[in-house]
């Protein structure tokens, strides 16, 4: 095969053009701290990233709901904890409206704390976080237990309803936060407001009743309780889990993308070097004239 000038110096112009293209490879690595510039750098490699970095948006919002979560769950709690007090506090009112011995003046005045703590039972019932109701379903912008306008019982009614407020904790693991304030504290206030009657009329059968009903409302109201404190312990073992594995999602990203620094200078070096070599040789593969044949 005869090898012609014009053979000769495609060949040349190909390394050179190699060359100069590894080189500016390693420079772009280096400038960028990154190995994977554009696809081609390694196709499968940035077809891992782009996985690994989706992976990794999921996550963090994952973790962003978790940290909802935790505070609407907190809050829940509370609340839920105030509440349990107050039945409490209306138990020790009932048992001693029972006694038998109390007269009438004392049983109007029990039955004024009752309605005081039918007050805080609201309160505690329109918990909010961040201007959200907890307890009205998915009714989160107004107060879900409304009092009276009229009249001198303070019995709220419920103006909220039964949806479920749930947060998305990773796939197919979506999770219910909220109970529904009547479902919560229905039954709660049931029993306060037939204790006050029941002081009010003085029926010690109907007072002593009052005791069993109000105990019911502690465990059930407890109960709730308990439930949003499970949930919180499980919430807050998930963001442990997904932080960890954050970084885990990282490490892996940063192993395909970023670049060896020591590794990237030596083929720096050694990109420098074929570069150089391939400018020499087309250099004296061509310094020849006419005249050193003449």
Same mark, same amino acid.
């Given at each position: ?23 500016? !490879? %390693?420079?772009?690595?280096? #400038?960028?701290?990154?190995?994977? +510039?554009? %696809?081609?750098?390694?196709? !499968? ?8 970095? #989706? ?47 109390? !007269?009438?003046? =004392? ?14 039972? !609201?309160?505690?019932? +329109? ?11 998915? /009714?989160?912008? /107004? ?11 303070? =019995? ?8 479920? %407020? ?6 197919? +693991? ?26 009010? /009329? ?24 308990? /439930? ?14 997904? =932080? ?17 620094? #020591? ?10 070097? %074929? ?20």
């Amino acid at each position: 095969m005869r090898v012609t000038d014009s053979l000769r110096v495609g060949n040349l112009k190909r390394n050179i053009e190699a060359g100069l293209s590894n080189l500016n !490879t %390693v420079q772009n690595q280096i #400038a960028t701290g990154k190995r994977l +510039n554009t %696809v081609s750098d390694d196709p !499968t490699g940035a077809s891992q990233a782009l996985a690994l970095r #989706a992976t990794l948006v999921d996550n963090a919002q994952y973790q962003t709901n978790a940290d909802a979560a935790r505070s609407f769950l907190s809050a829940s709690d509370g609340a839920l904890s105030n509440a349990t007090n107050a039945l409490q506090e209306a138990r020790t009112i009932a048992v001693q409206g029972a006694n038998g011995t109390q !007269t009438p003046q =004392t049983l109007q005045a029990l039955g004024a704390q009752v309605t005081g703590l039918i007050r805080q039972l !609201t309160q505690d019932a +329109n918990a909010d976080i961040h201007g959200k109701y907890l307890f009205g379903g998915t /009714s989160t912008q /107004s107060p879900p237990f409304q009092a009276p306008t009229t009249g001198t019982d303070p =019995t709220p009614t419920y103006a909220g309803n039964s949806g479920a %407020v749930s947060a998305i904790l990773g796939r197919n +693991n979506t999770l219910q936060l909220n109970t529904p304030g009547n479902q919560a504290f229905g039954g709660a206030f049931k029993a306060l407001q037939d204790l006050q009657n029941n002081l009010a /009329s003085g029926n010690q059968a109907a007072i002593s009743a009052s005791i069993g009903a109000v105990d019911a409302q502690v465990i059930a109201v407890s109960s709730v309780r308990a /439930s949003a404190g499970a949930k919180l312990n499980d919430v807050t073992l998930l963001k442990q889990n997904l =932080t960890r594995a954050q970084g885990e999602y990282q490490a892996s990203d940063d192993n395909i993308e970023s670049v060896d620094l #020591a590794q990237a200078y030596v083929q720096l070096q050694s990109a420098q070097n %074929v570069y150089q070599a391939s400018l020499v040789t087309t250099s004296k593969a061509f310094q020849y004239s006419l005249a050193s044949y003449l």
